[in-house]
């Protein structure tokens, strides 16, 4: 008897619904993360919608433990001032989800976005040159 499991998600990356993620544990800044998920044939992921947002959720629910208390994904405003995009596209940021009072830019300083790592998963905006955690997408 063979058993064939179509899989199609690149290596290391999980197939959720359709779309592939993957954590990265190493602790980038948010640019070195972005290399890195382009190394790894991906791009800093990109939330499109309530509905992928919905999906990342439930799929890092069971990883909170390791995730620290935030996780770079794909968003800056480092372009253009204000004006949040996705850093493969460039593409506006039509979906945002921010916990309460983000972003707040603290000190003058915080140009690129993350996932809280709390139950909702909300927005905050992050120093780029932080060390965290940070997750990939690819097709
Ligand atoms: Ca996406
Ligand atoms: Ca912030």
């Not at 063979?2 to 954590?23: K, L």
């Not at 509905?51 to 770079?72: C, D, F, M, N, Q």
Request: net charge negative; glycine share 10%; proline share 5%.
């Amino acid at each position: 008897m063979t058993i064939s499991v179509e899989c199609s998600c690149p290596s290391g990356y999980d197939d959720v619904g359709g779309s592939c993620y993957a954590v990265l544990y190493d602790g980038f800044t948010w640019p070195e993360a972005k290399t890195m998920c382009e190394t790894l044939g991906g791009y800093l992921l990109e939330i499109n919608d309530g509905s992928e947002h919905g999906s990342i959720k439930t799929w890092l629910a069971p990883k909170r433990s390791s995730l620290g208390s935030y996780v770079y994904i794909g968003g800056t405003n480092v372009l253009v001032t204000g004006q949040w995009m996705f850093p493969n596209t460039f593409n506006t940021m039509n979906y945002t989800n921010w916990a309460p009072g983000q972003p707040d830019n603290a000190d003058s300083h915080e140009h690129c976005l993350s996932l809280v790592n709390e139950a909702t998963f909300a927005y905050n905006d992050l120093p780029c040159t932080r060390r965290e955690n940070s997750i990939c997408e690819t097709e």
